[in-house]
């Protein structure tokens, strides 16, 4: 009974100091940096991320997974790639999820630097602070962008998702707004070429 409590407590020690100390190894090309972390034997297990065929993925509160484009550090921030728009509609992958989720007891949330654009919205969308003007630059991305031509002459809009707005969530939902895509630091004027597709998220670092 001693030996096997020894045995419980050394392995838990030593299972504490693996989850604290060791990095875990590339996903493909990619680095993930600490605290991130893709199995058990590495990094915090509060910043879970998957390593899927070569792919860093980030898991939402709903179960869909979203490519990780990079991750700042030092910053502790990461971009996540937005869903895609299907072809030939004006549904975004993650529409009938209800958008993106993120699960308010991890640490993460969507930080204030993202322009999130709605398409194929009901007029039901007017009431909240949304610029939903002709000159929005969601109809730049339905004219100009592939991606968007299946929801061209919708009613759309776009904002800044910035304090003020639920920081945990991107609502899409059939009789709302029916796709989305997002800009990180997008400042009013930037040219399309230079839109940077993306949704920023935000860490508390560990302790
Ligand atoms: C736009 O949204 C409505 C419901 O809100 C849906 O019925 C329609 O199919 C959508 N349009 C496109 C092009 O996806
Ligand atoms: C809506 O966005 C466009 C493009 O950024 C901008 O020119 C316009 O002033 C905005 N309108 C409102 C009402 O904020
Ligand atoms: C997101 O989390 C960071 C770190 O915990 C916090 O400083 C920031 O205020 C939060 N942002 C929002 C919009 O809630």
Known sequence: MVAFLL???????????????????????????????TSENCGDKRYKVYCNDGN??????????????????SANKLVISPPIILK?????SDLFMGGLLLDESLPF?????N?????????????????CSSNSICRMFEEKVEQGNGCINTLCCHYLKDSAMNSHKIRV????????????????DDPLETWN???ELQWLPPN
């Open 56 to 73: 860093l993925e980030f898991l939402s509160a709903t179960g869909t997974y979203y490519q990780i484009l990079r991750i700042d550090p």
């Open 109 to 113: 949330n969507i930080s204030t630097q």
């Open 7 to 37: 045995f419980l407590l050394t392995s838990l020690s030593l299972g504490n100091e693996a989850s604290t100390d060791s990095v875990c190894s590339n996903c493909g090309d990619s680095v993930v940096p600490y605290p991130f972390s």
């Open 173 to 188: 939902k059939v009789g709302s707004c029916t796709a989305y895509t997002c800009l990180v630091d997008f400042k009013p």
């Open 115 to 131: 322009t999130v654009i709605l398409l194929n919205c009901s007029d039901n969308i007017l009431q909240s602070p949304l610029n």
């Open 197 to 199: 597709y993306g949704i």
């Open 88 to 92: 030939n509609t004006c549904y975004s």
